[in-house]
Structure formats: C-alpha cells, structure tokens
C-alpha cells in the first residue's frame, strides 16, 4: 500500500484553497481522485467512493482492480459486500414494521424467538438494535468463524449455534457489539413480516428506493460483483469463502456507492420511514445507569473533526467499508474496498471529507529525532481509569500500544509530536502546568485532542 506520507504535500494543496467556492471545490474531480491514489494500487484490491451534498453528487470515483486475476478494473457501478453498513437496513426494517404495528421495539424478543436462552433476563428488540442486550457476538468464536462459517446452514440452525454462548454481559449494562443481536432481528423480521429477511430487504426497501444494484448475498449471479482478497506476508490472496447466510442481517448485503448514496437520502429525508423512526436510530442508547452509548439503532455517533457524524462501518470477507452522514453539512460520504485487510476506508472517507469542507490536515512527513529526546517520552500514558497506551524505543523503532492490543509503528513529526503510517492519527506530547508530561491525541480530524496524562512522569 502506498504511504500516506508520499502525497500529503499534494494532498494539502488540494485541501488548503479556500478561496475557491463549493462549486469550484466540487467539479475538480483530479483533487478527489488523489485522495484514492495516496491508498489504492491501481493493479490491486482498490476502492470507490463517492461524496454528495444537498442532494448533488459532488465526486465519485474508482481506483484498483474488481478482479486482479483477470485484470479487471474496478468503476464506479462495482458491487461490493457491505459487512456492517447492512445492520442500518436491517434497523430500518424493524422501524417499518414497528410503524406498520407488526411489532414494537419494546417488545421482548422472546414473542419472536420463544427458544433463545436470555439467562433469566428481558431482552427487548431495542436491546438488539443498539447492542446492549448483552448476548454474545458469535464472530468471536473462533470455531464458528473459521469452521462453520464457509458451510452452508439455515437461519434457525445458526440461532441453535449461537445459543450455545453465555451472555457476557447483564441486559442494558453496557454497549458490547453483538452480530448475534443482528442476527436474531433478521429472525424477528422474518417472523413479523412473514417473508424471508432477503425477500423484505429486496422487496420493500430496495425495490421501493429503486436500489437497482443492490442484494442480500449468495451464490447468484451479479453483474459488476467486485472479487474480495486479503493481504497476506506472501502478498494478495483471494479472501476465504463464506456462506453469506451466516452473516444474514449483521452483514449479508450487498451494494454500490451509488445504491448507498439514494439510501442515506432517503432514510434522512422520511423517503422509507418517518423522521421520527429515523431520530431514534440515530440518537444515543440509554443504559441502566442513565448514561448514554454512542450507538442508536444500526447507527454509530461520533465526531469528524469539528462535526458530528452518524454512520458505520463494515468487514467482511475480502471486504470493508465506511459510509457517514454530517447533518450540519449535509454531506455524505462511502467509500468500500475490496480487500478485508485495509483500515483505509475510514481515512480515505475522512481526507475527502477533508477535500470537501475544506478541512486543514496535517503534514504527516517523518523526521529525525535523538534517541535522547525520544525517550523523554517513552513511557505509559493513561487514557481513561481503566486504559493505557504504551510508548516505547525497540531496535530504532518507536511503538504505541493500547492496553493489550497491537503495537503499532510511529514515526516522528516534530519534536513532540508521532503519527501512525497509512493513518490520520497523531499524537502531541507536552508538558502541562505541574511539568508532567500529557499525550494529546487527534484522530478524525479531530480539532480537540483527548488527553493522556504519563502515569510515571516526574513533574517539574
């Protein structure tokens, strides 16, 4: 993968022009497409995109293969697996048939599925939409992941399967992603609506949306289906296969960025449920204890930059995406990509938002700092009571590790200052009042960062 370090000097030319008008901004197509170029290979796994604001299209594009074997490019029509973008259709299914009397989110989930093992606790549909029913995620079990997942199976054979896992979590305790909770709606929409969850997604939303290229998954033939790889030490491979049915309503659909484009307009404008319905998926979930998640029905929140955002994410076999709505602006943004092995979907959703609002990006170009004054900031940093990042110096190497998590290479920016290779995230560190050292970290786009202080610093 090209770094993003190569162009970012192009790429803040492009974004830094703000004498230039909306109108001006939007019909340079070359400036978007460069967004693409600074992640895709053309010869290999690639990405379309496209941005609209106020109901205008303003960029899309293509960039890479849609089957490399055959040297195949991918454009703009390409289908794509959408993973987790599907749970937002699946949500405003529910919504539909809450609106239609067929069911209400409050409901325990047990009027529809009677046999599903809840430890003793009311699960409702809403627990279900905004993942706090505290059921287990299914797609962390290894067996079922890497043994049962490429064969064929049926949506009540699946639930038997997943009842096997205790629930991690009491009911409204928290937010825990589940693609179980996902999977049971797409059994609750089957058993409401009496059609199969293929049938309504196909019949009463994209057939209604004039969603002409989008599907639920499976062994039919789709024209313009982009091949999903992986990327491998050996280099790209084909992505390993899987039953689609498994997926089923947390992830089995399929779409392009036109298709997702027509979606998000309708959904916000009351095109396929009312603004009301819509407010609910998008406004933040309750727990136990009053607090808020950052998650409605199908729909995260979250900041980009100095906006907010409501959208998701997604990854599936030999695929991932990114697609997100900025209600002040207007503006909506999907990116998907045909390799499951990218974080890429995000940033590049984010530099043509950047593009687009004329947001200021960093210059993420490394320099050279003494091994003295890099491990002055060496050390643990705590990022909430319960979380720490670890930096450390390794064989020249400088590394930042979450917790438990990966430990991902940084390189220097300025003399307090690191970013993460192929990555809008970056981080400052500085000295605060009392002399102890703080890591403020911007990721997003963020204008504000988040603070870390070191937990074994010496003040002053």
């Known amino acids: 993968?090209?770094?993003?370090?190569?162009?970012?000097?192009?790429?803040?030319?492009?974004?830094?022009?703000?004498?230039?008008?909306?109108?001006?901004r939007s019909i340079n197509k070359a400036d978007y497409d460069k967004v693409l170029a600074l992640?895709?290979?053309?010869?290999?796994?690639?990405?379309?995109?496209?941005?609209?604001?106020?109901?205008?299209?303003?960029?899309?594009?293509?960039?890479?293969m849609a089957n490399i074997e055959l040297k195949v490019p991918l454009n703009t029509e390409s289908v794509f697996r959408l993973g987790?973008?599907?749970?937002?259709?699946?949500?405003?299914?529910?919504?539909?048939?809450?609106?239609?009397?067929?069911?209400s989110v409050d409901d325990d989930i047990h009027k529809y599925v009677p046999d599903f093992p809840t430890e003793g606790q009311v699960v409702t549909i809403a627990n279900l939409l905004s993942h706090t029913s505290g059921i287990a995620n299914y797609t962390e079990d290894k067996v079922v992941m890497e043994k049962l997942t490429p064969t064929q199976t049926t949506l009540d054979d699946m639930l038997s399967e997943f009842a096997k896992h205790p629930m991690p979590l009491k009911t409204g305790e928290a937010m825990r992603y589940s693609n179980t909770g996902y999977v049971l709606l797409g059994k609750i929409i089957e058993v409401a609506s009496k059609k199969s969850y293929a049938d309504f997604i196909e019949q009463d939303i994209f057939a209604k949306l004039a969603m002409n290229h989008s599907y639920f998954g499976g062994t039919q033939l789709i024209a313009n289906r982009a091949y999903g790889y992986s990327r491998t030490e050996q280099g790209v491979v084909n992505a390993d296969p899987i039953n689609m049915m498994w997926p089923h309503a947390a992830g089995s659909l399929l779409s392009?960025?036109?298709?997702?484009?027509?979606?998000?307009?309708?959904?916000?404008?009351?095109?396929?449920?009312?603004?009301?319905?819509?407010?609910?998926?998008?406004?933040?979930?309750?727990?136990?204890?009053?607090?808020?998640?950052?998650?409605?029905?199908?729909?995260?929140?979250?900041?980009?930059?100095?906006y907010d955002a409501i959208g998701?994410?997604?990854?599936?076999?030999?695929?991932?995406?990114?697609?997100?709505?900025?209600?002040?602006?207007?503006?909506?943004?999907?990116?998907?990509?045909?390799?499951?092995?990218?974080?890429?979907?995000?940033?590049?959703?984010?530099?043509?938002?950047?593009?687009?609002?004329?947001?200021?990006?960093?210059?993420?170009?490394?320099v050279a700092l003494t091994d003295k004054k890099i491990n002055a900031m060496m050390g643990i940093y705590q990022?909430?009571?319960?979380?720490?990042?670890t930096l450390s110096f390794e064989n020249g190497e400088v590394y930042s590790q979450r917790d438990d998590g990966r430990k991902w290479v940084i390189r220097p920016m300025s003399d307090n200052s690191f970013y993460y290779e192929g990555s809008l995230s970056y981080f400052t560190i500085d000295k605060n009042e009392q002399g102890i050292q703080v890591m403020n970290f911007y990721s997003n786009l963020a204008t504000e960062p988040s603070p870390a202080l070191k937990s074994d610093s010496e003040s002053d």
């Not at 992640?39 to 299209?57: E, L, M, R, Y």
């Not at 599907?86 to 067929?102: D, H, N, R, S, Y």
Request: hydrophobic share 40%; proline share 3%; charged share 20%.
């Open 84 to 103: 987790s973008i599907t749970k937002q259709f699946t949500a405003a299914a529910i919504m539909m048939l809450a609106e239609q009397g067929k069911l």
């Open 312 to 366: 998701h994410g997604g990854g599936i076999n030999g695929f991932s995406t990114q697609a997100f709505y900025l209600p002040e602006e207007d503006l909506y943004v999907a990116v998907l990509i045909n390799s499951d092995s990218e974080s890429s979907p995000r940033d590049i959703a984010l530099l043509l938002t950047a593009r687009a609002l004329n947001i200021d990006v960093p210059e993420f170009t490394e």
């Open 39 to 64: 992640f895709v290979d053309a010869n290999g796994p690639g990405a379309t995109a496209i941005i609209s604001q106020h109901g205008k299209v303003l960029y899309k594009g293509a960039l890479g």
């Open 256 to 306: 392009t960025v036109d298709d997702l484009n027509i979606w998000y307009q309708a959904l916000r404008d009351g095109g396929l449920i009312s603004k009301a319905s819509y407010k609910k998926m998008i406004s933040p979930f309750t727990l136990n204890d009053n607090s808020t998640s950052d998650y409605g029905y199908g729909l995260g929140t979250f900041e980009v930059s100095k």
């Open 1 to 24: 993968m090209k770094k993003i370090i190569t162009l970012c000097t192009v790429l803040l030319l492009c974004i830094n022009t703000a004498s230039a008008t909306q109108q001006e």
């Open 383 to 389: 990022v909430t009571p319960d979380s720490q990042r």
